[in-house]
């Protein structure tokens, strides 16, 4: 069965620090991978995804995230961070052949400090 | 283009009783997925439809059920609650695939957060 693991619970950055949220996945296949962002008391905001092609994939509000086959990885990066990117963000995986059903990470909060 | 909506966003039920959940989705978007949301357990898919038909199932038990109807809106049903219902349950659309061949991602909904007494 797939999985996702995302090994850090919470992260607490500074406002214009890098940041880099790791997530592992295990599935047989190269699956389809999503970063997801979810703000208290709302749904979640897809950032970006990897379907094929590039690894290197570009989302919104300036995240990027690099597939890495050997490693089993889709870490999240951000250069600089906002406060306004303090929240809680997920990894999910889907099986290749549908971009749904996702399997979903335990998620990582992110604090940002002024 | 309005976003995928969800009502009620908050319900309050007490054991044994059953609720329904709905969703409507983006404009054009055919096919319906629903999560559960907990602290304990994390986000876990449910099922999703597509054209009125359930296509995928998660490991939930019976008294989860779910259906879709001709516009595409979707409904969850939860029987015999239990405490352990208590959870966010997210919606999400997407559209379907394209004539490539090629899938497209999800959309969420803002949940409906359900406890149960």
């Known amino acids: 069965a797939q999985s996702v693991t995302q090994p850090d619970i919470h992260i607490t950055v500074s406002e214009g620090a890098s940041l880099e949220l790791r997530c592992n996945y295990s599935?047989?296949?190269?699956?389809?991978l999503f970063w997801y962002v979810q703000s208290p008391g709302q749904g979640l905001q897809l950032l970006l995804k990897?379907?094929?092609?590039?690894?290197l994939v570009q989302g919104i509000k300036g995240f990027e995230a690099e597939f890495k086959r050997s490693q089993s990885s889709f870490n999240l990066r951000k250069p600089s961070v906002h406060w306004s990117d303090a929240a809680e963000y997920f990894c999910?995986?889907?099986?290749?052949?549908?971009?749904?059903?996702?399997?979903f990470g335990t998620g990582t909060r992110l604090q940002v400090t002024l | 283009k309005a976003g995928v909506t969800q009502t009620p966003r908050y319900l309050i039920k007490t054991r044994g009783q059953q609720v329904t959940l709905s969703c409507s989705p983006i404009?054009?978007?055919?096919?319906v997925s629903w999560y559960q949301q907990t602290p304990g357990q994390g986000l876990q898919f449910l099922f999703e439809?597509?054209?009125?038909?359930?296509?995928n199932k998660g490991n939930f038990p019976g008294r989860f059920s779910g259906r879709q109807f001709s516009n595409s809106r979707s409904e969850m049903n939860v029987s015999t609650l239990e405490l352990g219902d208590s959870a966010l349950y997210l919606c999400?659309?997407?559209?379907?695939?394209?004539?490539?061949?090629?899938?497209?991602?999800?959309?969420f909904g803002p949940g409906t957060r359900l406890t149960v007494l």
């Open positions: 999910a995986v889907a099986p290749t052949g549908t971009a749904s059903k996702l399997t």
């Open positions: 990897y379907f094929s092609g590039d690894t």
């Open positions: 999400a659309s997407s559209l379907p695939r394209t004539s490539g061949g090629s899938y497209n991602e999800q959309f």
């Open positions: 404009s054009g978007h055919r096919s």
């Open positions: 599935y047989g296949a190269t699956p389809y």
């Open positions: 439809y597509f054209s009125e038909t359930q296509r």
